[in-house]
Nanobody, 125 residues
Framework: QVQLVESGGDSVQAGGSLRLSCAVS????????MGWFRQAPGKEREGVAG???????AYADSVKDRFTISQDVAKNTLTLQMNNLKPEDTGMYYC???????????????????WGQGTQVTVSS
């Protein structure tokens, strides 16, 4: 059973940066399809960034050029570097995993079978 634990969430002012991490454990093989999702109060969960085998990435339009997703397969860690944060980036951030997937579906919730508990990001203006 794959387990995911997020960390790094915090409260920051607009324009600041945060680095989220997701530790992966329990799997018998590497999870090469991973994503970051977020959910703001009263809103649906949305895909923020995804990464698949070979390091190919996908981003939501709202975070392009500000967020960077990366994966260290050897260390079983997924990271989301978030720069120039905006108040609309506020929400609970979740990492998600699947063993393999195509990049085209890496930002879809239904792609993933494993989820972490989330880490809170709050951006004030």
């Amino acid at each position: 059973q794959v387990q995911l634990v997020e960390s790094g969430g915090d409260s920051v002012q607009a324009g600041g940066s945060l680095r989220l991490s997701c530790a992966v454990s329990g799997g018998t093989r590497s999870t090469l399809c991973m994503g970051w999702f977020r959910q703001a109060p009263g809103k649906e969960r949305e895909g923020v960034a995804g990464i698949v085998e070979g390091g190919r990435t996908a981003y939501a339009d709202s975070v392009k050029d500000r967020f960077t997703i990366s994966q260290d397969v050897a260390k079983n860690t997924l990271t989301l570097q978030m720069n120039n944060l905006k108040p609309e980036d506020t929400g609970m951030y979740y990492c998600a995993a699947r063993f393999r997937c195509a990049l085209i579906i890496a930002l879809r919730q239904e792609t993933y079978g494993y989820w972490g508990q989330g880490t809170q990001v709050t951006v004030s203006s």
